[in-house]
T-cell receptor, first 114, second 112 residues
C-alpha cells in the first residue's frame, strides 16, 4: 500500500498560468515533506520542503501548502515556465521518531506549454 | 566537490549474474539510500544507511544487499540478477533522513 500518493500522473499547463501538484499521505508519523524535480536522464534535485509545524512555505515561484488534518499537501508554481516541465516527486519522512525512511510518491509529469 | 557519484552509468546483465553498483559521496553525509525508479512507481526505497556500519531495509529490499564500511561509500549488490530488476537506480545522501537529499546521476540496468 502506497504511503505517499500523487494521483495525477500528468498535468499540462499554459505558460504563465499556475501549476498545482497534489500529494496525499497515509502515515500519520510523517512530519517533514519535500518536493523534488527530475529531468530526463538526470537524478532528482531538491525543490522545496515543509515541516508539519507550518502550513505554508514559499520560495520564489514555488509555494508548498500543508493540510495536516487532511494529510494533503500541494505545490503551487506561479507563473509556470517551460523550464518547469519535469517530473515532480513528493517525499515524506518522520524526523522525530525512529522511523527513519524517506518515502517517495510515484511522481507527476508536468508539461508547461509555451 | 563531486557530490554523489555513481558507476557504471549503464549496465546489461544476463539473468543469474551478480554485480555491484557503486555509490560515493564527498559531503560527509551520514544518511545514504538506494532507490529504483520504474514507470508509474516513482522512486522506491531499496536499502538505506544512517551511518557507517548501520544499514536497514526499505520498501523493496529482496534481491539486493548493501554494506556501509565507510561514510563515503554505499555499494548496492545484486546477488543473482532477474529481469524484474531492470530499472534505473539512484543513490542519494543527506545529513539526516529528513534533510534535502542529493542524488547521483543514476545507473540504467537491463537484465536479459
Amino acid at each position: 500500500d502506497q504511503q505517499v500518493k500523487q494521483n495525477s500522473p500528468s498535468l499540462s499547463v499554459q505558460e504563465g498560468r499556475i501549476s498545482i501538484l497534489n500529494c496525499d499521505y497515509t502515515n500519520s508519523m510523517f512530519d517533514y515533506f519535500l518536493w523534488y524535480k527530475k529531468y530526463p536522464a538526470e537524478g532528482p534535485t531538491f525543490l522545496i520542503s515543509i515541516s508539519s509545524i507550518k502550513d505554508k512555505n514559499e520560495d520564489g515561484r514555488f509555494t508548498v501548502f500543508l493540510n495536516k488534518s487532511a494529510k494533503h499537501l500541494s505545490l503551487h508554481i506561479v507563473p509556470s515556465q517551460p523550464g518547469d516541465s519535469a517530473v515532480y516527486f513528493c517525499a515524506a519522512s518522520a524526523s522525530e521518531t525512529s522511523y527513519d525512511k524517506v518515502i517517495f510518491g510515484p511522481g507527476t509529469s508536468l508539461s508547461v506549454i509555451p | 566537490n563531486a557530490g554523489v557519484t555513481q558507476t557504471p552509468k549503464f549496465q546489461v546483465l544476463k539473468t543469474g549474474q551478480s554485480m555491484t553498483l557503486q555509490c560515493a559521496q564527498d559531503m560527509n553525509h551520514e544518511y545514504m539510500s538506494w532507490y529504483r525508479q520504474d514507470p508509474g512507481m516513482g522512486l522506491r526505497l531499496i536499502h538505506y544507511s544512517v551511518g557507517a556500519g548501520i544499514t536497514d531495509q526499505g520498501e523493496v529490499p529482496n534481491g539486493y544487499n548493501v554494506s556501509r564500511s565507510t561514510t563515503e561509500d554505499f555499494p548496492l549488490r545484486l546477488l543473482s540478477a532477474a529481469p524484474s530488476q531492470t530499472s534505473v537506480y539512484f543513490c542519494a545522501s543527506s545529513y539526516s533522513p529528513g534533510d534535502e537529499q542529493y542524488f547521483g546521476p543514476g545507473t540504467r540496468l537491463t537484465v536479459t
